[in-house]
């Protein structure tokens, strides 16, 4: 009977020990990593902005300088950094003026006459 009393005993203590562990863990992983903890995208020097976009570096600073597309921010050296949204803004500010459609907006499109087969396939098939 005693064995009973010192294994009940033994799985109290596991238990406790479990259960602080599992609190400090807890407390420990909010402490990192907050519930509304979010990430955000770094800003791109205007060399990688540039590249991404496939223009001049100097053709970024030219649109800046004529007041055209979103204002980057400024560091204390001049220096230009561009957010993922600015580089948004200026793909489509750069789509409209481009040679060739899907230059700086690059997607799937249709071709009319692609959209209107696929249309009449659709519908042929559902009657």
């Known amino acids: ?5 010192e294994e009940d005993d033994l799985n109290a203590v596991i238990r406790d020990h479990s259960e602080r562990l599992t609190a ?16 955000e995208m770094r800003k791109f020097t205007s060399g990688e902005a540039a590249a991404l976009l496939g223009v001049n570096d100097s053709y970024l600073r030219k649109l ?10 400024l560091t204390p050296g001049n220096r230009r950094h561009y957010s993922v949204h600015d580089i948004h803004e200026l793909r489509i500010l750069l789509e409209k003026t481009a040679r060739k459609p899907g230059d700086y907006l690059p997607g799937r499109r249709l071709a009319p006459e692609a959209a209107k087969t696929s249309i009449s396939t659709i519908c042929r098939s559902s009657a």
Not at 1 to 5: A, W
């Open 1 to 5: 009977m005693q064995d009973i009393t």
């Open 24 to 39: 400090q863990l807890h407390a420990q992983a909010e402490s990192l990593f907050p519930p509304d903890a979010s990430k």
């Open 64 to 73: 800046h300088l004529d007041g055209k597309g979103p204002s980057p921010e």
